[in-house]
């Protein structure tokens, strides 16, 4: 039993791991980014995995979720670039980007069940990786 609780930690370290190091691989002067752009599809990718293998998604939420997400990272990627070329300030950017947190929750809420969405809440709060939490204001 021991041993299947350490493979399922390991397991979502490295998605985790995997979306952080995918979402900082594009230089900042780079374009804005969309929801077409390898890193995007990838990060996309490492999400949905997680979220499939920790919260039992069916195959038409799994179908459902991916456009939210894949739109939340692109978001979140032009508010760092906006943050590193100096347009916006760190303070505007953590305030932009936990407004874009409320958002995606508001309509994964619309997707999960309540029991799922419990546990991607939880998930974002366990999330070491994850300095400022992804839904502060939606408990």
């Known amino acids: 039993m021991g041993l ?20 900082l691989t594009v230089p900042a ?20 995995f997680q979220m499939t293998s920790n919260l039992k998604l069916t ?9 939210v997400i894949a739109a939340n990272i692109v978001k979140v990627r032009n508010l760092q670039r906006s943050l590193e070329d ?10 932009q980007r936990k407004q874009l947190i409320d958002d995606e929750n508001q309509e994964l809420s619309s997707i999960l069940t309540s029991d799922q969405m419990k546990v991607w809440l939880s998930m ?9 939490s992804r839904h502060s204001s939606s408990k």
Do not use: W
């Not at 002067?29 to 949905?48: C, L, P, W």
């Open 59 to 67: 195959p038409d939420q799994t179908t459902a979720v991916r456009p």
């Open 29 to 48: 002067y780079a374009q804005e980014s969309s929801v077409t752009d390898d890193i995007v599809v990838k990060a996309t990718d490492a999400v949905i």
């Open 4 to 23: 299947q609780i350490m493979a399922m930690y390991l397991k979502k370290r490295l998605c985790r791991i995997l979306a952080g190091v995918f979402l």
């Open 86 to 95: 100096g347009t916006i300030a760190g303070k505007t950017m953590y305030s």
């Open 124 to 132: 974002q709060d366990q999330d070491p990786s994850n300095s400022h």
